[in-house]
């Protein structure tokens, strides 16, 4: 069991201060986190595993918010009432062989905003009331983000990977790493909670193939990361902007990428 604190503050920057001295501040974040698990070994002490339960929940949950009518578009601080996570994670390593190792891991979470109402708008939610449910009465719209996913929490996630390494001659060997995973689809969007830019389920793999002495002096890698590409997807049946303003980003870790890379390890 474990509490946290994170302290209030103020948005103090010259073009988001807000009309009255009452608005400056948001209050203080409080956390609380339960958590029960068990690790063990099977096979001889050949595998590992590790089982764990937990929840997660915070109070007063301090987010950048987008003023959209007024301050255009910029993020100032502001309180949920509450976002709980909670599941289960787990990780299982074996060695099959002395050269060959697998590890699996995989996480089932459910993460959402127990309460948040009075959330700003969005600029597209602010813009249309009616489809949003957007209060325009108050400035810079407010809406009610109760029960919807907590931003970065899939519902689920597993992870495979392998390690084998090749002893070769005069005392070098070559290494091989293939990683890869598939996920549920999730938000991103912690200032607006969009939907309309998100992750659906996705897969992605990585490569690495090494080569270097056995006492690990130094290395010689070959990378090729993000082989499938994921990468957050547009979803137009959540565009309320009549001009489809939003457009796909990918970000840079999301494109394929190919190198090589060269440790060196001082004693």
Known sequence: YAESFKAAGFNTGQATLPPTFDEYGFGP????????????????????????????????????????????????????????????????????????????????????????????????????????????????????????????TPDWKFVLSADYVMPISNGYEVSFNAKGYISDGYITDTNGFSQVLKYNQHEDLGINVGFGPQEGTWKLTAFGRNLLEAAPSYNAEFDLSPEAILAPVVYRSSYTSYGLSFRYNYE
């Open 29 to 152: 974040e409080y956390g609380t986190n339960y958590e029960l698990g068990i690790k063990g070994d099977l096979f001889d002490g050949s595998a590992r595993y590790t089982i764990s339960l937990f929840q997660n929940k915070v109070s007063d949950l301090q987010l950048a918010a987008a003023t959209p009518s007024t301050d255009n578009n910029l993020l100032d601080f502001q309180n949920a009432g509450a976002q709980r996570v909670r599941g289960s994670e787990f990780t299982f390593d074996w060695a099959a062989t002395d050269q060959l190792t697998f590890n699996l891991s995989g996480a089932i979470l459910d993460g959402v905003m127990l309460e948040y109402t009075g959330a700003t708008c969005t600029e597209a939610e602010f813009a249309n009331p009616q489809a949003s449910g957007c209060d325009t009465s108050v400035a810079n719209g407010a809406i009610d983000r109760s029960g919807t996913q907590a931003p970065n």
